[in-house]
């Protein structure tokens, strides 16, 4: 398993979660991390600060208006929608979906369909295979000894948003989000060395 | 399964055994014979409602716990969560210390990771604790005094004043880093622990044993923190509209 996907599902009915929720849970890598039923005030801000890779997200559920909190959401580069849709949804709505999951389809096509949207090749799993690079293991070296990401972007003469992207793919690759946790990494494969730790 | 007051603690610790800690932090031990929850409830002096809802809550993730939230005053809340924090810092946290030195003992190759692993976890441990601190010392204080003032009537001005300054919506939920620090532990352990040497079979076994454990310890961090969020910090606002309302 290399990066988890994590995945917000906006869905009042409580059969139909629990139903997404058992078709997730057989797919390695991803992750449920939270639930809504879609009638939650600020629900767009709420979904940003979790900083998922996936929303699935059941368009009949939304309290608020449909069009502007999908746009919103569309306009978020890192997070991928599915919806989760009837049959017999309107083209108007059905539309604004690249990726979909019809609800009444079975469950080795609704598989099929999840995993092709985030497996190995699908467009959530962009960046995080493979070991990384040399470029990534220059940044994690400076990352463990303790510099912020302006300081490391500054000795690399390179940008800080570019040393984010680089945090980002080490963290998904990795599968370790803290700088502690990276600094033992580091450590255990010798990429630096305990004497160069302040 | 919903909980409920007519059911035997027996067949619901069969269904769930991850709910022994919990039961024991109300100082119910194994042994309980057929009562059923009520009884047990009544001789022990436990709150039912209460019992039931951190049960539930516990249990089963989609539970949301509403009806009883009314029923119990928060300083029953309050002896629960310190409780659960005793177990976490004097029994979780040294056991799993002692897991690692274990590991390390048994290991003929990773000895060194392992002291990486072992400070690493000391780590998580303090911060763990100073979390836990700030909550004992600001966070617990204010909701009983909240509940104090209540008990009396009339308007409290030194209680108003406070709430100016503090109110549990500043109580901010910052358990993510510690949270990210246990999920890093378990991905070392799983994906870089011994990649390239040979360890014995006790290693192995060990291993198994920490990461087992350090699945638990997540689990029951999980469930703790959606008691505050679900059932702590509503009941408190509940408190402070109350209090804003007399005045």
């Known amino acids: ?198 | 399964m919903l909980i409920v007051g007519e059911m035997k603690l027996s067949d619901i610790i069969h269904h769930d055994y991850t709910l022994v800690p919990v039961i024991n932090r109300f100082d119910i031990q194994l042994g309980f014979g057929d009562n059923i929850i009520e009884e047990i409830c009544k001789t022990k002096n436990i709150n039912l409602g209460f019992f039931l809802t951190i049960l539930n809550t516990f249990h089963d993730s989609q539970y949301f716990p509403k009806e009883y939230l009314k029923s119990f005053p928060a300083t029953v809340l309050i002896r629960y969560l310190r409780k659960a924090h005793i177990s976490y810092v004097d029994e979780k946290i040294p056991e799993i210390k002692g897991m690692i030195l274990r590991l390390r003992k048994l290991s003929s190759g990773n000895k060194k990771t392992l002291d990486l692993i072992s400070d690493f976890f000391e780590g998580y441990s303090s911060e763990f604790g100073t979390h836990i601190e700030r909550e004992e010392k600001i966070v617990y204080p204010y909701v009983l005094k909240l509940e104090n003032s209540l008990s009396n009537p009339g308007i409290d001005k030194p209680m108003l004043e406070e709430m100016e300054k503090y109110s549990i919506s500043n109580y901010e939920q910052d358990h993510e880093d510690i949270e990210e620090k246990l999920f890093d532990l378990k991905n070392l352990l799983i994906k870089y622990l011994h990649a390239e040497t040979d360890e014995s079979r006790l290693f192995e076994e060990a291993s198994y044993l920490l990461l087992r454990e350090l699945f638990v310890l997540e689990k029951e961090l999980r469930e703790h923190s959606r008691i505050e969020d679900l059932i702590l910090v509503p009941k408190v606002e509940e408190m402070e509209k109350l209090i804003k309302a007399r005045s």
């Open chain 1, 1 to 198: 398993m290399a990066g988890v996907t994590n995945i917000i599902l906006i869905e009042s009915s409580f059969l139909l979660r629990s139903g997404i929720e058992s078709l997730v849970q057989e797919i390695p890598g991803m992750l449920i991390i939270d639930v809504f039923d879609g009638s939650e005030k600020n629900l767009f801000e709420k979904i940003k600060k979790k900083k998922p890779d996936l929303v699935i997200i059941n368009p009949d559920s939304l309290v608020s208006s449909f069009i502007g909190f999908i746009s919103k959401l569309q306009d978020e580069p890192e997070i991928e929608i599915i919806g989760l849709l009837k049959i017999d949804c309107p083209e108007n709505i059905s539309s604004r979906f690249k990726h979909k999951l019809i609800v009444s389809e079975n469950k080795h096509v609704l598989l099929d369909s999840l995993r092709k949207i985030c497996g190995s090749d699908g467009p959530c799993k962009k960046n995080d295979q493979g070991p990384i690079s040399k470029r990534e293991i220059i940044v994690l070296k400076e990352v463990v000894k303790g510099l912020t990401n302006q300081e490391v972007a500054d000795k690399l003469f390179i940008s800080i948003h570019t040393v984010m992207t680089h945090r980002k793919n080490i963290t998904k690759k990795l599968g370790i989000k803290t700088v502690s946790g990276l600094m033992v990494y580091s450590l255990m494969n010798n990429i630096v060395d305990i004497k160069e730790m302040g």
